[in-house]
């Protein structure tokens, strides 16, 4: 069965410094992987997804993912921090063949600070 | 694009009672996904549909819960005899058919408590 982790429950990143959100996925083949952000009391929104080809995803608000096929890792990363970027962070796998649903990781709390 | 809308937003129920849920997907999607999402948790999904079919249920829809897009538009998800565990944020999602590939966007969701 697929599954996700999410190795930190938060993250903390001071203003301007680049901000990395951790996610592995286990799934059988190849991956489809997504990231979503929750803002409090909102829906969930979509960041980026990779389907194939490179490796390096750049997607909203200047978010960027890499696939690590090796290391089974589709880590979130951003150059520089806003506070505006506070919020929770869920990556979501599904395998390439199959028709199993998206899979959700636990969430990341990325909290940014002034 | 009005997005996915779902309503109410809030429910707060007695236990034993019955409750439904109402999601209007975006205009052009015809998949429509329902997921519940707990405290510290991601969104666990539920089942979906294409069109006005359901193809797939989780084990996590117990026998009270039914869902139905009888015209391939909006669903409504409908809990009968409400337990405290049924206590969740209930997220609707809705897509274009892009196989497995599609991406979903997502509701603001229903707050459900059961007391």
């Known amino acids: 069965a697929q599954s996700v982790a999410q190795p930190e429950d938060q993250v903390n990143v001071a203003e301007g410094n680049p901000l990395t959100v951790k996610c592995t996925y286990s799934?059988?083949?190849?991956?489809?992987l997504f990231w979503y952000v929750q803002y409090p009391n909102r829906g969930l929104q979509f960041l980026l997804k990779?389907?194939?080809?490179?490796?390096l995803v750049k997607g909203s608000y200047g978010f960027e993912a890499e696939f690590n096929k090796s290391q089974t890792s589709f880590h979130l990363k951003k150059p520089s921090a806003l506070v505006s970027d506070s919020a929770l962070y869920f990556c979501?796998?599904?395998?390439?063949?199959?028709?199993?649903?998206?899979?959700f990781g636990k969430g990341t709390r990325l909290s940014v600070i002034a | 694009d009005t997005g996915v809308s779902q309503d109410p937003r809030h429910k707060i129920t007695k236990r034993g009672q019955n409750v439904t849920f109402r999601c209007d997907p975006i205009?052009?999607?015809?998949?429509l996904y329902w997921y519940r999402q707990t405290l510290g948790q991601g969104p666990e999904f539920l089942t979906y549909?294409?069109?006005?079919?359901?193809?797939?249920k989780s084990r996590l829809l117990s026998d009270r819960f039914s869902a139905e897009r009888p015209k391939g538009s909006f669903s409504t998800l409908e809990i009968q005899r409400t337990e405290q565990g049924d206590s969740a944020m209930y997220l609707c999602?809705?897509?274009?058919?892009?196989?497995?590939?599609?991406?979903?966007?997502f509701g603001p969701g229903t707050r459900l408590t059961v007391l």
């Open positions: 205009s052009e999607h015809n998949r």
């Open positions: 549909f294409q069109n006005e079919a359901q193809l797939e």
């Open positions: 979501a796998v599904r395998p390439q063949s199959g028709n199993t649903p998206l899979v």
């Open positions: 999602a809705s897509s274009l058919d892009l196989g497995l590939t599609d991406t979903q966007y």
């Open positions: 799934v059988s083949g190849n991956p489809y």
């Open positions: 990779y389907i194939t080809g490179d490796n």
